[in-house]
């Protein structure tokens, strides 16, 4: 059985460019590494649909597993590719769109979306760079991605979703337990995983990742 809560410490094995910087919201290697082992084995594929600055994709390479992501962000993609032994595991694309990029199908996706707060004008999942509709419709496209995500699980595939609440100045968004409630509509829901990091943002020293089955 695993763990319902882990220890780790929010440090980083690298340091981002200066470019990248004031925007370091990664999760850390240790967490992906922790997940790796549990649910893949070498030459399992590793998928990540909000690939980011490459965490997963640079842990699972270096585990043996195959690495593969999606990332919106061209910039990213860009700095990805500097780090992958396999460049051409990051696609740059948009995760809404996920069927129509031909993925094969993967033995386990980690990821830890982008936030976003009630009341947010940006969208998220557009790099932070166009109007979004809404806290209600982030949820809902974030459900639509999971649900095309079925159709690449192999049989025994688990989804990880690292996630957190935000508590602000103007009080609390349930960030985590939203994500969990809309993929519980498209994925099975196996349960939480506590992180408890020896330092964290968003108002919190921990976070949730969620874990799911078809």
């Known amino acids: 059985m695993m763990k319902s809560v882990i220890h780790l410490e929010n440090r980083y094995d690298d340091e981002l460019p200066e470019a990248f910087r004031d925007d370091d919201v990664r999760f850390t290697e240790s967490l992906v590494a922790h997940f790796l082992g549990k649910y893949t084995r070498e030459g399992d594929v590793v998928f990540d649909p909000f690939a ?5 994709l640079v842990t699972a390479e270096k585990m043996g597993r195959v690495p593969l992501g999606l990332e919106y962000d061209e910039a990213r993609v860009r700095y990805i590719h500097s780090r992958l032994h396999r460049p051409e595991a990051i696609i740059h694309g948009d995760a809404r769109q996920l069927a129509r ?38 949820l809902c ?35 985590a337990w939203d994500i969990a409630r809309e993929v519980s509509q498209v994925l099975h829901f196996e349960g939480e995983v506590i992180v408890d990091w020896d330092q964290y943002g968003y108002g919190y020293s921990h976070s949730y990742c969620l874990v799911f089955s078809e």
């Open 52 to 56: 980011g600055f490459g965490t997963t």
């Open 101 to 138: 990029y031909g993925l094969p199908r993967f033995n386990l996706s980690i990821t830890s979306p982008p936030y976003m707060k009630r009341g947010d004008i940006e969208n998220p999942l557009m790099a932070y760079e166009a109007r979004g509709e809404g806290y209600e419709a982030y």
């Open 141 to 175: 496209d974030l459900c639509t991605i999971y649900e095309q995500m079925a159709d690449l699980m192999k049989p025994d595939a688990r989804v990880v979703i690292e996630a957190a609440n935000i508590k602000s100045g103007d009080g609390v968004t349930t960030l």
